[in-house]
């Protein structure tokens, strides 16, 4: 099979040809090709179209820093739009779509805008579309949004999973060209931890893409030589096709390892990509350099790119753009181009050379001190205009033209931290500056040092200053002799023009818009940026930020430093969201707890609801029942008119032990502790310093020196640091010592009359539940079931006779299935959340919805609890005038006028007779819930002096719901309020 | 941001709680004259300096000990690292 | 010069010769009646409307770098006015109003989009207090609707429902919020107020305040001495080391929040949307990218770039809210300093300073709050007393307790 | 004898054993496990006797000391964990209140935490995809307190090729997923 535009040689793999299809034409190419180097070997130059003008273009480099030749990459779920051709490695049956285009890339109909480009100058929309302001989102928005944008997401689910991992290491050398390979082999031959990461598939840098020899054989082939010399030392890692995305603080970089992304789908149960975390004692960084352009007339069309690119094409991948070319150049590197495609049997037609003493060549035609002022050529360059150094033009017919302005160094990761490159004269580029993220060290072209033999060498002296510098002895290998090139370079950015020549060419912001921005007073270079979209597009600017800097500071009339450098930010190129979520998304997104009796609940067929990151039952549906209601209904009178099973092991606890273990509860909560009898339960609120609740519970003195705390389910966590803050930092030598025993115990509610009578079936012999021998707020350690050692806590949040029975949470699941086999006999039944919460709000009871962060002990109507004869936290600031207003909200009960009416939690109170407004606000409902027992709804809420106000009628308002209505202030303890029941 | 745990080493930021400046060890005598006054400005005034920071962590997934951070508001460079339990001990709390 | 459609068309015929500066880059001049300290946002609209509203004159714009280079620029550009307290709402509700009608009076297009925002809701308690926050705007004359979860799948029927690790309920949906095109509104308030006599001075950093006896003479800045009769600090991220000057400690941390910038898409998000079991907020700009963020790093910084962990924290969330997502990549992310006061409210109001004025502790919420921070700020600078609907901002609400906690997080400035 | 049957932390009657490629996971609920936390003026005494207990040394910061029929890992400053096995040793806790006496606050700990035996070839690839650890480095008879997708752990090191791991016992699930789903990725 021979392609129209293959050459012989390269780096690919002739013995797999590989079949794919772009835009409906199939194509063949070789494993080691890109999907644009396959392209261009098949003849076809126009991948893409730009952004604003919709302009064709084609490829302009070999790399991340493309710009152009941007494609929906795969179909279907696995689509990935925006994928850069020049970096996506073919696989066979790849199939890719252009995009941005309307009907096809050959004729995309809104190219009509690049006819009109004179009304889409820089910043045009920020100075139309105004009037009249109600067609900003009507009119205009939807036409510029629908033609804006680039690629289309699939809208499907991704199919595919993500890593997330850890590496560490001494040295993390980023970019295995010739510069990172002489690192790691110094590095890593000297016993240092070595990570090296390099984007490509193929590790080598620029010796893949050149012809110079090293070390008497060809650069590639060195290269591979030297990553079969790393692969075979131990503490050595070498990772291609990874991306070092980001530098951050101490040490720690992002590095994208794209572990599937060539092939057609990963393997089972293998991720698309890897975000590795890498924590490095030292980096070095061999980023390389990218060639910038130079600006022109008409300077986008496809087969105009880099003339780096133009040589990397043909000695890497054995392909051409086209059989004719010309090279356009300021320095001595373009000619460099000129010589690698003549030896590969292309046509070097001219090398226009802007500088007039310029080198010349047998081997082609040289214009020294001449420039291109046009192209030709509607999809695909066709020919060029070159003014002649002496006057006069010149038309050359050519299909490709290579473009050389000078390198760039890859500065973008010195960046990171906030460093700026500094001005190098000599280079006419920037290049690291002494303000490094620390740690960090450059070497080779990325520091500037552009010939094989300087990249190698800074390479090996970079590794050996961080070995010394982490005192690892180097046992340096001997480097290979290279080219040692200098560099020369007479800085020309652009031929000037009044029509237009392209700066960022994704984004279409050519030299004039530079101008305008500069004309309109833009001139800060964070304002041209924003101003013309420079830089903004997917490619970060990496080809445009020099130039168009270069034209503003010749348009202002400053040197280049002057006008300043934009700030380079992470990641270093366009990186998939998937991989930083890894595999936290759908239900794994977060750790899923579990309650002890959570099996069981599931053979019950409980619906259950989280409550944090656990799951609880929230009811348990009989047959028969078809809504909620019922179902809960069931469990609250059964559980008041019998007994009921709960369990409540989410909530959180807290051994506190210590001989200053009471002392330290009586400085954490607001109420006493120190008296607390052994044996003895006690209501505990926390404050926090700022005088708010912070949460409630309850200490259970099992003795002397050793307490019990429960925490809320939600608060668990943020209350045990609190309780090491205290006992840490707050009162250092008091003997305290926490740990947290959530999920040691499997706790269950055991609620109603019958509770006491159920109990007395499963604890041993000699442990007396009377209520004489263990009266509310009573606890103990006892045995059950013939010997398991449990805690019995009579404590009640339903208002009923209660226990809480606590055993150790492997027989959880045991004891609930003996609770309610025991219990069989009573008709008891198994509670949830939701009957849970209806019991609690008709005792008064409160929870996250009341403890708000916002509310005070008064307010809960609890005010009398904060201690005023010791220090606890939050006492102190609770006195504050605007916690204590006379008429502060207060916790009340509402219950409706009209039996029928809902009170919904969120509503608003009102007086009645006063407008319905803010200003005239009295209070809100936190809880609401039906109650079963009292026939109707009922609420909990705050309201301004709302203990004075029990009787009153007001008016609850919830417009967001268009209910208004008449409620009753009501104690809130709906439900036994003297308390004879859960004291029975 | 890497943490060197002055027991453990160095451990990865992200193991740990961020509570804020330092100045939060030294909790005002609640019986003071001017107490009220004392525990306002405790609880809401913070040195906020662009510049070295002693600030309080929390290394709840380690070995949960409070610690006192000496470090760089403008660069995030970590000079001091102390357990807090020290530090309020020096400060007198041990009563 | 007025910007119009047929002022464009003109200059497009005529090569854009006419147009001419946004606004002046003038000397500082020996003294001004009211100096602002600080080009953002807020420091420009204050400006404008000292001119425009309260027919102030000798009025500079101290700025040290390029305006527009804080948090104006740097942010999410969310416009909503979706809050609970009686002390905010009133006040994000007259800023939305201002929005609504800001191009107009700028005559400059900041492409002010009121595409809605919903937020969603994933559990009984957080449905219950949304309902009370959209109570409490629809009380205060604002907007607010609740939404079934079939009403947002409507909106965004690529949401992850059927495997959400917290179940999506539904959400609270704010029609009238939207989003703005950021730089923009700098520099429509430069532009605005340069027309009505303003000086906005770049590059010029205030370094200390002249201080007779209690009361205000001038500014120290890079550029030399400036005097003033009346000066306000309006430079959140920078408040405590500005106000530190006059010998002022705030209750006020700054940090560090990280915001994203996705490659440009093809329409996908129609407004904005927020996940409620975590903290992320997420919509698409009219060039296509998607733009969103989360929380604070979560440490006092100065420092605008942040850390890894929260970068993966925000892409988890975005990842649970739309598995297709996956595919698309993050092009860019910065980092802006965050003034985190102890409520999480701002602070308008004047100091122990004669003439002496501050505006700062704007939390996450301070672009949304541009023209009205700068009206209410321009009404406390112009008249000594507070705006009606900025009462409750006052420096020492601390001492009495009367904080406006919309988050109940009390005085942690990092959980705000 | 008490006559409730105990459940595995993954739910079982019986442990559950995964296995891909050379490496195994197995869920092992043999551990009874109990902390001790040296009292107040008491550290070296506590240190001693928790010595005295593993027949050694009590052990230093990250580490773990092996011995029958008690071993014991570091938690925090003046703060071990101890285990033993659970047949034997169900009384863990009280055994260990009576033999440290005042100078130790001791907590049963055996059912809050689920353990996990991950063994065979390849353990550092699977763990470098599950937590911050620098695995490669970490010795044997290492105890690191690390985080595995929001799950607090402690990773022992007991050889070079086998880590016992624990974790809050409610999350088990969640955690065998993730110990899975990484050695699916990494071997």
Redesign the interface.
């Given at each position: 099979m021979s392609l129209q535009n293959r050459l012989d040689g390269g780096l690919i793999d002739r013995s797999e040809t590989w079949s794919f299809r772009f835009d409906n034409k199939y194509y063949k190419g070789h494993k080691g090709d890109t999907l644009a180097s396959a392209l261009l070997a098949n003849g076809v130059r126009l991948m893409g179209r730009s952004?604003k003008y919709h302009r064709p273009r084609g490829p302009m480099t070999t790399g991340s820093e493309e710009p152009n030749a941007i494609v929906e990459l795969r179909e279907g779920a696995?689509?990935?739009?925006?994928t850069r051709a020049t970096t996506i490695e073919l696989y066979d049956g790849l199939r890719a779509n252009s995009q941005n285009r309307w009907p096809s890339l050959n004729f995309d109909a809104m190219a009509v805008n690049d006819l009109l480009s004179?009304?889409f100058?820089a910043g045009?929309?920020?100075?139309?579309?105004?009037?009249p302001?109600a067609f900003?989102?009507k009119v205009y928005?939807p036409i510029?949004?629908?033609a804006?944008?680039?690629?289309?997401?699939?809208?499907?689910?991704?199919p595919?999973?993500?890593?997330?991992?850890?590496?560490?290491c001494d040295l993390l050398i980023i970019g295995g060209g010739p510069a990172g390979l002489a690192a790691a082999l110094t590095a890593g031959e000297s016993g240092a931890?070595v990570v090296l990461c390099d984007e490509d598939f193929l590790v080598g840098g620029r010796l893949n893409l050149e012809t110079y020899e090293v070390g008497g054989m060809a650069g590639a082939a060195w290269a591979a030589e030297t990553v079969a010399r790393l692969q075979a030392l131990p503490n050595v890692r070498v990772m291609p096709r990874t991306t070092v995305i980001?530098a951050?603080?101490?040490?720690?970089y992002?590095a994208v390892e794209r572990v599937s992304d060539h092939l057609a789908v990963p393997e089972?149960?293998?991720?698309r990509q890897?975000?590795w975390?890498i924590?490095s004692k030292r980096a070095l960084l061999c980023a390389g350099a990218i060639e910038r352009p130079i600006v022109f007339e008409n300077n986008d069309r496809p087969g105009i790119m880099q003339a780096s690119a133009l040589r990397a094409y043909a000695n890497r991948w054995a392909t051409t753009p086209a059989q004719q070319v010309a090279i356009f150049t300021n320095n001595d590197d373009g000619h460099r181009t000129a010589y690698d495609l003549v030896a590969k049997g292309v046509k070097v037609v001219s090398v226009i050379d802007t500088r007039t003493d310029a080198p010349t060549s047998s081997e082609y035609d040289v214009i020294a001190g001449g420039v291109i002022d046009q192209t030709w050529g509607r999809l695909g360059l066709s020919q060029i205009e070159v003014k002649m150094p002496k006057g006069g033009t010149r038309r050359i017919k050519c299909g490709a033209l290579g473009v050389s302005g000078g390198w760039n160094p890859n500065v973008h990761l010195t960046c990171?931290?906030?460093g700026r490159p500094t001005w190098n004269n000599a280079l006419a580029a920037f290049v690291p500056s002494g303000t490094l993220p620390?740690g960090m060290t450059v070497a080779g072209a990325a520091n500037g040092i552009f010939s094989t033999h300087g990249a190698l060498q800074s390479g090996a002296d970079g590794a050996k200053a961080i070995l010394a510098d982490l005192a690892i002895k180097a046992s340096a290998p001997a480097l290979p002799e290279a080219e040692d090139t200098p560099v020369k370079i007479t800085p020309f950015w652009h031929v000037k023009t009044a029509k237009r020549a392209w700066v960022d060419q994704q984004n279409d912001v050519t030299a004039?818009d530079i101008k305008?921005a500069h004309?309109?007073?833009?001139v800060?270079v964070?304002?041209l940026k924003?101003?013309t979209?420079l830089g903004m597009?997917?490619d970060?600017g990496k080809t445009s930020n020099t130039a168009g800097l270069a034209i503003m500071a010749e348009v202002a009339g400053k040197a280049i430093p002057e006008v300043g450098t934009t700030m380079f930010?992470?990641?270093y190129t366009?990186?998939?969201?998937?991989v930083?979520?890894?595999?936290?998304?759908?239900?794994?997104?977060?750790?899923?707890?579990?309650?002890?009796s959570?099996?069981w609940a599931e053979e019950q067929g409980a619906v259950f609801?989280?409550a944090g990151?656990?799951l609880r039952a929230q009811w348990y549906p009989k047959p028969g029942e078809t809504h909620w209601r019922q179902s809960c209904d069931r469990e609250v009178i059964q559980t008041r008119k019998s007994v009921g099973i709960c369990d409540v092991?989410?909530l959180g606890k807290i051994?506190v032990?210590?001989?200053?273990a009471a002392a330290f509860l009586n400085t954490v909560y607001c109420n006493g502790f120190a008296k607390l009898p052994v044996g003895k339960v006690r209501y505990g609120l926390m404050l926090?310093?700022?005088?708010?609740v912070m949460d409630d519970g309850t200490a259970a003195r099992l003795a002397e020196?050793h307490f019990v705390v429960t925490t809320t389910t939600a608060k668990a966590?943020e209350v045990y640091?609190h309780l090491?803050?205290v006992r840490?930092?707050?009162?250092?030598?008091?003997?305290v010592?926490l740990?947290?025993?959530?999920?040691?115990?499997?706790q269950f509610s055991v609620a109603g009359p019958n509770s006491r009578k159920l109990l007395e079936k499963i604890v041993d012999d000699g442990v007396n539940l009377s209520n004489e021998a263990f009266p509310f707020m009573a606890c103990a350690e006892i045995?059950?079931?013939?010997?398991?050692?449990a805690r019995l806590f009579r404590i009640s949040f339903s208002g009923e006779l209660a226990y809480e029975i606590a055993?150790?949470?492997?027989?959880?699941?045991?004891?609930v299935r003996?609770l309610m086999q025991a219990g069989a006999e009573f008709d008891v039944v198994p509670y949830g959340l939701e009957a849970l919460n209806v019991m609690r709000i008709e005792k008064g009871h409160v929870t996250?919805?009341e403890l708000?962060?916002?509310t005070t002990a008064l307010n809960l109507g609890m005010g009398r609890m904060v201690s005023k004869a010791k220090?606890s936290i939050g006492?102190?600031?609770s006195?504050?005038?605007?916690?204590?207003e006379p008429d502060a909200l207060k916790l009340v009960g509402l219950r409706p006028v009209n039996k029928d009416h809902m009170v919904?939690?969120?509503?608003?109170l009102m007086s009645k007779g006063t407008k319905?407004?803010?200003?005239h606000?009295q209070g809100?409902?936190?809880?609401?819930c039906y109650s079963p027992n009292l026939g109707c709804h009922i609420a909990l809420g705050f309201l301004k002096s709302g203990d004075t106000r029990i009787g009153e009628t007001i008016r609850l308002?919830?417009?967001?719901?268009g209910v208004d209505h008449e409620v009753e202030v009501v104690s809130p303890n709906f439900f036994d309020p003297e308390g004879e029941r859960l004291r029975a | 941001m890497i943490i060197n745990h002055p027991l453990l080493g160095p451990r990865d930021s992200s193991e740990f709680v961020y509570l804020g400046d330092a100045r939060l060890l030294n909790r005002p005598d609640w019986q003071a004259d001017n107490a009220l006054e004392q525990f306002i400005d405790y609880g809401h005034t913070r040195e906020n300096p662009a510049g070295l920071h002693r600030e309080l962590w929390y290394h709840e997934q380690g070995d949960r000990s409070w610690l006192v951070v000496t470090r760089n508001t403008v660069t995030h460079e970590i000079t001091q690292v102390e357990l807090a339990r020290d530090v309020a001990r020096t400060g007198g709390r041990s009563k | 010069m007025r910007y119009s459609g047929f002022r464009v068309i003109k200059e497009a015929l005529t090569g854009h010769r006419g147009w001419g500066p946004a606004w002046r880059d003038p000397d500082p001049k020996p003294e001004y009646d009211y100096i602002i300290i600080g080009g953002g946002g807020h420091g420009l609209a204050t400006a404008y409307y000292l001119a425009k509203e309260y027919k102030q004159s000798r009025i500079a714009v101290l700025e040290k770098g390029w305006i527009g280079s804080g948090n104006v620029g740097r942010n999410t550009t969310i416009v909503r006015s979706n809050y609970l307290l009686d002390g905010n709402e009133p006040f994000y509700e007259f800023s939305l109003k201002l929005w609504e009608g800001l191009e107009q009076d700028l005559n400059y297009n900041a492409m002010m989009s009121q595409r809605g925002i919903i937020n969603l809701m994933h559990s009984d308690a957080q449905r219950d207090a949304y309902i009370r926050r959209g109570n409490a705007m629809i009380l205060n004359g604002a907007d607010a609707q609740l939404l079934d979860q079939k009403q947002v799948l409507e909106k965004y029927p690529f949401l992850n429902v059927k495997s959400a690790r917290f179940p999506v309920m539904g959400g609270l949906l704010q029609a009238r919020a939207g989003t703005a095109r950021h730089d923009a509104v700098a520099w429509g308030y430069a532009r605005a107020a340069d027309q009505r006599g303003v000086d906005i001075i770049q590059n010029c950093e205030v370094t200390g305040f002249r201080i007779e006896g209690s009361r205000i003479r001038g500014v120290e800045t890079s550029r030399g001495y400036i005097g003033a009769k009346k000066v306000g600090a309006c430079v959140a991220g920078s408040s405590s080391k500005v106000m530190a000057y006059a010998g002022m400690h705030l209750p006020i941390e700054s940090h560090v929040l990280q915001a994203f910038v996705t490659e440009g898409l093809k329409p996908v998000l129609p407004g904005v949307i927020t996940y409620g079991a975590g903290h992320f907020y997420c919509s698409q700009s009219d060039k296509g990218g998607l733009v969103f963020g989360g929380n604070i790093d979560g440490y006092n910084s100065y420092a605008q770039r942040g850390n890894l962990p929260m970068v993966e924290d925000v892409m988890e969330e975005a990842i649970a809210m739309f598995p297709m997502l996956g595919r698309a990549r993050l092009l860019r992310s910065w980092g802006g300093i965050m003034d985190m006061s102890m409520d999480g409210t701002p602070i308008i109001d004047k100091t122990h300073i004669d003439g002496l004025y501050f505006n700062g502790g704007w939390c996450y919420g301070g672009f949304k709050a541009t023209p009205a921070s700068g009206f209410v700020y321009a009404h406390l600078l112009a008249t000594d007393t507070p705006h009606d609907t900025a009462t409750a901002f006052r420096l020492d609400r601390f001492h009495t307790g009367h904080m406006i906690d919309e988050k109940g997080m009390g005085n942690q400035p990092n959980l705000h | 004898m008490h006559d409730l049957a105990p459940l595995c932390a993954l739910g079982g009657t019986a442990p559950h054993i995964d296995q891909v490629a050379g490496v195994t996971l197995t869920e092992n609920p043999g551990h009874a496990l109990a902390s001790v936390s040296a009292r107040l003026g008491q550290e070296i005494a506590c240190a001693e006797h928790l010595g005295t207990v593993l027949g050694g040394k009590a052990p230093g910061v990250g580490t773990w000391v092996r011995s029958e029929p008690m071993s014991a890992f570091w938690m925090g400053q003046d703060q071990w964990m101890v285990t033993a096995p659970f047949d034997t040793h169900e009384d863990l806790a009280a055994q260990l209140t009576t033999r440290f006496g005042i100078t130790a606050a001791i907590t049963e700990q055996t059912d809050a935490w689920v353990s996990f035996d991950m063994r065979g070839d390849g353990v550092e690839r699977v763990m470098q995809l599950c937590a911050n650890i620098d695995i490669e480095t970490t010795p044997v008879e290492a105890a690191v307190r690390s985080v595995i997708h929001y799950m607090g752990v402690y990773v022992l090191r007991s050889a070079p090729d086998a880590l016992t791991i624990f974790s809050a016992r409610s999350s088990a699930k969640s955690l065998h997923h993730a110990l899975l789903t990484a050695m699916r990725s990494a071997l």
């Amino acid at each position: 099979m021979s392609l129209q535009n293959r050459l012989d040689g390269g780096l690919i793999d002739r013995s797999e040809t590989w079949s794919f299809r772009f835009d409906n034409k199939y194509y063949k190419g070789h494993k080691g090709d890109t999907l644009a180097s396959a392209l261009l070997a098949n003849g076809v130059r126009l991948m893409g179209r730009s952004f604003k003008y919709h302009r064709p273009r084609g490829p302009m480099t070999t790399g991340s820093e493309e710009p152009n030749a941007i494609v929906e990459l795969r179909e279907g779920a696995r689509k990935e739009p925006n994928t850069r051709a020049t970096t996506i490695e073919l696989y066979d049956g790849l199939r890719a779509n252009s995009q941005n285009r309307w009907p096809s890339l050959n004729f995309d109909a809104m190219a009509v805008n690049d006819l009109l480009s004179n009304f889409f100058a820089a910043g045009f929309y920020y100075k139309t579309f105004m009037w009249p302001a109600a067609f900003w989102e009507k009119v205009y928005e939807p036409i510029i949004r629908r033609a804006a944008g680039l690629g289309s997401l699939s809208l499907q689910d991704d199919p595919d999973g993500y890593d997330k991992g850890f590496l560490h290491c001494d040295l993390l050398i980023i970019g295995g060209g010739p510069a990172g390979l002489a690192a790691a082999l110094t590095a890593g031959e000297s016993g240092a931890r070595v990570v090296l990461c390099d984007e490509d598939f193929l590790v080598g840098g620029r010796l893949n893409l050149e012809t110079y020899e090293v070390g008497g054989m060809a650069g590639a082939a060195w290269a591979a030589e030297t990553v079969a010399r790393l692969q075979a030392l131990p503490n050595v890692r070498v990772m291609p096709r990874t991306t070092v995305i980001g530098a951050f603080d101490h040490g720690i970089y992002g590095a994208v390892e794209r572990v599937s992304d060539h092939l057609a789908v990963p393997e089972d149960g293998k991720p698309r990509q890897i975000l590795w975390r890498i924590t490095s004692k030292r980096a070095l960084l061999c980023a390389g350099a990218i060639e910038r352009p130079i600006v022109f007339e008409n300077n986008d069309r496809p087969g105009i790119m880099q003339a780096s690119a133009l040589r990397a094409y043909a000695n890497r991948w054995a392909t051409t753009p086209a059989q004719q070319v010309a090279i356009f150049t300021n320095n001595d590197d373009g000619h460099r181009t000129a010589y690698d495609l003549v030896a590969k049997g292309v046509k070097v037609v001219s090398v226009i050379d802007t500088r007039t003493d310029a080198p010349t060549s047998s081997e082609y035609d040289v214009i020294a001190g001449g420039v291109i002022d046009q192209t030709w050529g509607r999809l695909g360059l066709s020919q060029i205009e070159v003014k002649m150094p002496k006057g006069g033009t010149r038309r050359i017919k050519c299909g490709a033209l290579g473009v050389s302005g000078g390198w760039n160094p890859n500065v973008h990761l010195t960046c990171h931290q906030g460093g700026r490159p500094t001005w190098n004269n000599a280079l006419a580029a920037f290049v690291p500056s002494g303000t490094l993220p620390p740690g960090m060290t450059v070497a080779g072209a990325a520091n500037g040092i552009f010939s094989t033999h300087g990249a190698l060498q800074s390479g090996a002296d970079g590794a050996k200053a961080i070995l010394a510098d982490l005192a690892i002895k180097a046992s340096a290998p001997a480097l290979p002799e290279a080219e040692d090139t200098p560099v020369k370079i007479t800085p020309f950015w652009h031929v000037k023009t009044a029509k237009r020549a392209w700066v960022d060419q994704q984004n279409d912001v050519t030299a004039k818009d530079i101008k305008l921005a500069h004309q309109e007073n833009y001139v800060s270079v964070e304002h041209l940026k924003r101003y013309t979209t420079l830089g903004m597009a997917t490619d970060q600017g990496k080809t445009s930020n020099t130039a168009g800097l270069a034209i503003m500071a010749e348009v202002a009339g400053k040197a280049i430093p002057e006008v300043g450098t934009t700030m380079f930010r992470p990641p270093y190129t366009p990186t998939a969201m998937g991989v930083y979520a890894g595999r936290a998304w759908g239900m794994e997104m977060r750790p899923t707890r579990l309650t002890p009796s959570h099996k069981w609940a599931e053979e019950q067929g409980a619906v259950f609801t989280e409550a944090g990151l656990w799951l609880r039952a929230q009811w348990y549906p009989k047959p028969g029942e078809t809504h909620w209601r019922q179902s809960c209904d069931r469990e609250v009178i059964q559980t008041r008119k019998s007994v009921g099973i709960c369990d409540v092991t989410s909530l959180g606890k807290i051994d506190v032990q210590g001989a200053d273990a009471a002392a330290f509860l009586n400085t954490v909560y607001c109420n006493g502790f120190a008296k607390l009898p052994v044996g003895k339960v006690r209501y505990g609120l926390m404050l926090r310093e700022d005088g708010i609740v912070m949460d409630d519970g309850t200490a259970a003195r099992l003795a002397e020196n050793h307490f019990v705390v429960t925490t809320t389910t939600a608060k668990a966590v943020e209350v045990y640091r609190h309780l090491e803050f205290v006992r840490q930092c707050l009162c250092p030598d008091k003997d305290v010592h926490l740990i947290s025993t959530t999920d040691a115990w499997a706790q269950f509610s055991v609620a109603g009359p019958n509770s006491r009578k159920l109990l007395e079936k499963i604890v041993d012999d000699g442990v007396n539940l009377s209520n004489e021998a263990f009266p509310f707020m009573a606890c103990a350690e006892i045995t059950i079931c013939g010997g398991l050692r449990a805690r019995l806590f009579r404590i009640s949040f339903s208002g009923e006779l209660a226990y809480e029975i606590a055993v150790p949470t492997r027989y959880g699941d045991a004891l609930v299935r003996r609770l309610m086999q025991a219990g069989a006999e009573f008709d008891v039944v198994p509670y949830g959340l939701e009957a849970l919460n209806v019991m609690r709000i008709e005792k008064g009871h409160v929870t996250g919805n009341e403890l708000n962060g916002t509310t005070t002990a008064l307010n809960l109507g609890m005010g009398r609890m904060v201690s005023k004869a010791k220090d606890s936290i939050g006492s102190t600031l609770s006195e504050r005038p605007g916690l204590n207003e006379p008429d502060a909200l207060k916790l009340v009960g509402l219950r409706p006028v009209n039996k029928d009416h809902m009170v919904p939690a969120g509503a608003h109170l009102m007086s009645k007779g006063t407008k319905v407004d803010a200003v005239h606000g009295q209070g809100y409902v936190t809880s609401a819930c039906y109650s079963p027992n009292l026939g109707c709804h009922i609420a909990l809420g705050f309201l301004k002096s709302g203990d004075t106000r029990i009787g009153e009628t007001i008016r609850l308002v919830s417009p967001l719901m268009g209910v208004d209505h008449e409620v009753e202030v009501v104690s809130p303890n709906f439900f036994d309020p003297e308390g004879e029941r859960l004291r029975a | 941001m890497i943490i060197n745990h002055p027991l453990l080493g160095p451990r990865d930021s992200s193991e740990f709680v961020y509570l804020g400046d330092a100045r939060l060890l030294n909790r005002p005598d609640w019986q003071a004259d001017n107490a009220l006054e004392q525990f306002i400005d405790y609880g809401h005034t913070r040195e906020n300096p662009a510049g070295l920071h002693r600030e309080l962590w929390y290394h709840e997934q380690g070995d949960r000990s409070w610690l006192v951070v000496t470090r760089n508001t403008v660069t995030h460079e970590i000079t001091q690292v102390e357990l807090a339990r020290d530090v309020a001990r020096t400060g007198g709390r041990s009563k | 010069m007025r910007y119009s459609g047929f002022r464009v068309i003109k200059e497009a015929l005529t090569g854009h010769r006419g147009w001419g500066p946004a606004w002046r880059d003038p000397d500082p001049k020996p003294e001004y009646d009211y100096i602002i300290i600080g080009g953002g946002g807020h420091g420009l609209a204050t400006a404008y409307y000292l001119a425009k509203e309260y027919k102030q004159s000798r009025i500079a714009v101290l700025e040290k770098g390029w305006i527009g280079s804080g948090n104006v620029g740097r942010n999410t550009t969310i416009v909503r006015s979706n809050y609970l307290l009686d002390g905010n709402e009133p006040f994000y509700e007259f800023s939305l109003k201002l929005w609504e009608g800001l191009e107009q009076d700028l005559n400059y297009n900041a492409m002010m989009s009121q595409r809605g925002i919903i937020n969603l809701m994933h559990s009984d308690a957080q449905r219950d207090a949304y309902i009370r926050r959209g109570n409490a705007m629809i009380l205060n004359g604002a907007d607010a609707q609740l939404l079934d979860q079939k009403q947002v799948l409507e909106k965004y029927p690529f949401l992850n429902v059927k495997s959400a690790r917290f179940p999506v309920m539904g959400g609270l949906l704010q029609a009238r919020a939207g989003t703005a095109r950021h730089d923009a509104v700098a520099w429509g308030y430069a532009r605005a107020a340069d027309q009505r006599g303003v000086d906005i001075i770049q590059n010029c950093e205030v370094t200390g305040f002249r201080i007779e006896g209690s009361r205000i003479r001038g500014v120290e800045t890079s550029r030399g001495y400036i005097g003033a009769k009346k000066v306000g600090a309006c430079v959140a991220g920078s408040s405590s080391k500005v106000m530190a000057y006059a010998g002022m400690h705030l209750p006020i941390e700054s940090h560090v929040l990280q915001a994203f910038v996705t490659e440009g898409l093809k329409p996908v998000l129609p407004g904005v949307i927020t996940y409620g079991a975590g903290h992320f907020y997420c919509s698409q700009s009219d060039k296509g990218g998607l733009v969103f963020g989360g929380n604070i790093d979560g440490y006092n910084s100065y420092a605008q770039r942040g850390n890894l962990p929260m970068v993966e924290d925000v892409m988890e969330e975005a990842i649970a809210m739309f598995p297709m997502l996956g595919r698309a990549r993050l092009l860019r992310s910065w980092g802006g300093i965050m003034d985190m006061s102890m409520d999480g409210t701002p602070i308008i109001d004047k100091t122990h300073i004669d003439g002496l004025y501050f505006n700062g502790g704007w939390c996450y919420g301070g672009f949304k709050a541009t023209p009205a921070s700068g009206f209410v700020y321009a009404h406390l600078l112009a008249t000594d007393t507070p705006h009606d609907t900025a009462t409750a901002f006052r420096l020492d609400r601390f001492h009495t307790g009367h904080m406006i906690d919309e988050k109940g997080m009390g005085n942690q400035p990092n959980l705000h | 004898m008490h006559d409730l049957a105990p459940l595995c932390a993954l739910g079982g009657t019986a442990p559950h054993i995964d296995q891909v490629a050379g490496v195994t996971l197995t869920e092992n609920p043999g551990h009874a496990l109990a902390s001790v936390s040296a009292r107040l003026g008491q550290e070296i005494a506590c240190a001693e006797h928790l010595g005295t207990v593993l027949g050694g040394k009590a052990p230093g910061v990250g580490t773990w000391v092996r011995s029958e029929p008690m071993s014991a890992f570091w938690m925090g400053q003046d703060q071990w964990m101890v285990t033993a096995p659970f047949d034997t040793h169900e009384d863990l806790a009280a055994q260990l209140t009576t033999r440290f006496g005042i100078t130790a606050a001791i907590t049963e700990q055996t059912d809050a935490w689920v353990s996990f035996d991950m063994r065979g070839d390849g353990v550092e690839r699977v763990m470098q995809l599950c937590a911050n650890i620098d695995i490669e480095t970490t010795p044997v008879e290492a105890a690191v307190r690390s985080v595995i997708h929001y799950m607090g752990v402690y990773v022992l090191r007991s050889a070079p090729d086998a880590l016992t791991i624990f974790s809050a016992r409610s999350s088990a699930k969640s955690l065998h997923h993730a110990l899975l789903t990484a050695m699916r990725s990494a071997l």
